[in-house]
């Protein structure tokens, strides 16, 4: 198991550091979690760990962004 960070982006304003987290077995190519982490880049503080498999089942979170408005999008 091997977990990998992509896809990642800061907000508008330097204020949060937004990436996809992914869990993979590499040896059956099967993603066991996928999430959506946020961190605080003055802080260091995780403010967010949002689990996707309701919406992603069997889904690589590869790649996000944020809009001025400060709402995230991910992507497979």
């Given amino acids: 198991l091997r977990p990998s960070t992509v ?5 508008g304003e330097g204020r949060r550091l937004v990436a996809c987290n992914n869990l993979v077995d590499f040896e059956t190519f099967e993603f066991l979690e996928t999430a959506v982490i946020v961190y605080d880049l003055d802080t260091r503080e995780l403010l967010a760990n949002v689990l996707l498999p309701a919406v992603a089942a069997a889904h690589l979170c590869n790649d996000v962004t944020v809009d001025g408005a400060g709402i995230i ?4």
Avoid: K, Q
């Avoid at 999008?73 to 497979?76: K, L, P, T």
């Fill in 73 to 76: 999008y991910a992507s497979d």
């Fill in 7 to 11: 896809g990642v982006a800061v907000d």
